[in-house]
């Protein structure tokens, strides 16, 4: 099972269980995919998925650090 197809099988079953932040980011996780795969113009690979994990990882630690820092206005205001 590749891994595209295992996060549609985890957002059914979070759907299943009513488990909204893990559903959430499952759906947050599948759109990042997805807008990568139309970017290529084809399907993702199971290594090239991973690099969007790990980008969308690589996001929410910088967003942490911000709203942790003196600067959390530029937090909110930057995008990320």
Do not use: F, P, W
């Not at 099972?1 to 295992?6: H, N, R």
């Not at 059914?12 to 932040?21: D, P, S, Y």
């Not at 990882?57 to 206005?73: A, D, I």
Request: proline share 0%; hydrophobic share 40%; charged share 30%.
């Amino acid at each position: 099972m590749s891994l595209s197809e295992t996060v549609n099988t985890d957002i059914a079953t979070a759907m299943k269980a009513r488990e909204q932040v893990r559903l959430s980011a499952l759906r947050m996780l599948k759109a990042a995919i997805m807008n990568k795969g139309v970017e290529k113009g084809r399907d993702l690979e199971d290594a090239e998925i991973l690099q969007v994990v790990a980008s969308l990882v690589k996001q929410r630690h910088r967003y942490e650090c911000l709203s942790r820092s003196r600067r959390h206005h530029c937090a909110r205001y930057s995008g990320q």
